[in-house]
């Protein structure tokens, strides 16, 4: 039961029943045993007492307390320890300037730094908490950015004992029992070995965050210049109307099994409600590519389905980095005739018609059934001694000989016959027939 503050100054001190921290900070041990301290010290932010909460941070961390007040944390939705998001496990930082540049600024309140600004700040604040009117949604795109950079999974690496200092100047004579680790400091001048909460706090100047930034700018700038290097235009991998769902994760082996089970009805399930898909293509049980009719559908698909389940298995969704649609024939086809008609952006023209030179100078093979049908070995010497005995006259077929249709059709005369000649047509020809007759032609 909370106690009766009569001072007026302290009416604003703060009581809580259990600290608001993230599940690194709390350890890999199930079983935590904490010390409670009311009013134990000073929050690093608004200056008011707050209750104070100590336990051990799992079987190898060192002893952690909570540094920031609860009322605090809750406005910017960040652990009282760490100081990172409690939603995607970013820096303040890092958060924020992807809230801005999506257009989400005002998701995030922007805490007073002047004590008078803070202490009225802090009084809406709880109130508008308590009323579940705190805060604003971010949009889509936006959420699509965080949760692409998220990192939820537990780093209790962060929990271990820092540096001991005597160790490193060698006058430590602890041995094993000292609670800090005997390691030497790998750079002196390493900007994250100084840190400052309330930089971290305000999201100003934190190491971490500049780090997490420039590394994600490294790897934007190489997936571009991979891009590039392949002549895919300005670098753009990201497929039009296209995302991957990663159905396999490679720090768990025993996803694969789980992942074989899902199906391309299962997946189509899942993303039918978020608009009109236009192909499901599985990937080898490893993943599958939805394409969509509109980008809006494909990113809002993202959105919702980014760390979801389907089928009690956890997926990743991601944009495909180039289309994926029809089989294996079919994408090296596309390749072929972009090497061939394709220009240096990557634009895809339409084949050649059966027959005609490629660019290159080779000639395209024919599909089945358009190959030349050449005739068979008595119309060919027909022919011939036709062309012989009539050489010179520019007429072709008369009587005395047999008579070669020209190119579309002629008329075919026959010795003895007075009747009317009748047309030639290819499917009459006993030779292209397969008969040994002639007389079915006759008829």
């Known amino acids: 039961m909370a106690s009766i503050k009569r001072d007026d100054s302290k009416q604003k001190w703060e009581e809580t029943e259990f600290p608001l921290v993230c599940e690194t900070c709390l350890g890999d041990n199930p079983y935590i045993r904490m010390t409670k301290e009311p009013h134990g010290k000073k929050c690093k932010i608004c200056e008011t007492p707050f209750t104070v909460f100590a336990w051990q941070a799992g079987t190898r961390g060192r002893l952690k307390k909570v540094e920031i007040c609860r009322s605090c944390a809750r406005s910017k939705n960040v652990c009282q320890v760490c100081i990172f998001d409690l939603q995607y496990g970013l820096p303040v930082q890092l958060r924020d300037r992807i809230l801005a540049e999506e257009g989400s600024k005002n998701a995030v309140a922007a805490v007073p730094q002047s004590d008078a600004n803070r202490a009225w700040y802090a009084a809406q604040q709880e109130r508008a908490i308590e009323q579940g009117k ?24 962060r929990n271990l004992p820092k540096l001991c200092s005597f160790f490193a100047r060698g006058e430590c004579n602890r041995g094993m029992k000292c609670p800090f680790r005997h390691e030497m400091p790998r750079d002196r001048n390493d900007p994250l070995s100084k840190q400052n909460t309330k930089d971290r706090f305000y999201g100003t100047d934190d190491p971490v965050a500049q780090k997490m930034i420039n590394r994600q700018k490294e790897r934007v700038e190489k997936r571009r210049e991979e891009a590039k290097a392949r002549g895919d235009g300005e670098g753009d991998e990201r497929a039009v109307s296209t995302l991957y769902v990663r159905l396999v994760d490679n720090k768990d082996p025993s996803s694969a099994a789980a992942a074989a089970r899902i199906t391309e009805a299962d997946v189509r399930d899942k993303f039918y409600s978020y608009g009109e898909i236009v192909s499901v293509r599985m990937h080898a049980n490893k993943g599958a590519f939805v394409e969509y009719t509109t980008a809006d559908a494909t990113e809002l698909a993202i959105a919702s389905m980014n760390r979801q389940e389907v089928r009690g298995q956890k997926v990743y969704v991601n944009w495909a980095r180039r289309p994926k649609r029809g089989n294996e024939a079919q994408g090296r086809q596309q390749q072929s005739g972009n090497a061939a008609g394709g220009s240096a952006t990557g634009e895809i023209r339409p084949a050649p018609p059966p027959g005609q030179p490629l660019n290159s100078g080779g000639a395209a093979p024919l599909p089945p059934g358009f190959a030349p049908v ?58 292209r027939l397969g008969t040994s007759s002639a007389s079915s032609s006759a008829r």
Do not use: N
């Open 134 to 157: 705190a805060g604003a949604v971010p949009t889509a795109s936006a959420s699509l950015r965080l949760q692409a950079m998220a990192r939820m999974e537990p780093r209790y690496e």
């Open 374 to 431: 050449r005739p068979s070995a008595e119309v060919s010497a027909a022919a011939a001694a036709a062309r012989s005995a009539h050489a010179g006259s520019g007429r072709i077929g008369s009587s005395g000989g047999i008579g070669v249709p020209r190119p579309g059709g002629g008329v075919i005369r026959r010795p003895g016959r007075s009747a009317a000649p009748k047309p030639y047509y290819p499917s009459a020809d006993p030779g």
